[in-house]
């Protein structure tokens, strides 16, 4: 059982290493998709309020 998650964690370590920028894309999309979204919301609860 050890080396079945050691291997997923130095691929994943490997693939930190190699792409950080990625991540931190992959990361900062993620987190604007999930603003943007709560802002679309928040402008149509407030459409039906009124």
Same mark, same amino acid.
Request: hydrophobic letters at 65%; charged letters at 15%.
């Given at each position: =059982? /050890?080396e079945?998650?050691?291997?997923p964690?130095t691929l994943?370590g490997?693939m930190?290493? =190699? &792409?950080? /920028?990625g991540?931190?894309y /992959?990361?900062d999309s993620? +987190?604007?998709t %999930?603003?943007s979204? =709560? %802002? %679309?919301?928040?402008?149509? +609860?407030s459409? &039906?309020k009124?």
């Open positions: =059982m /050890a079945i998650s050691f291997i964690s994943l490997i930190e290493a =190699m &792409f950080p /920028a991540y931190a /992959a990361f993620l +987190s604007f %999930l603003e979204w =709560m %802002l %679309l919301f928040k402008a149509r +609860s459409e &039906f009124e």
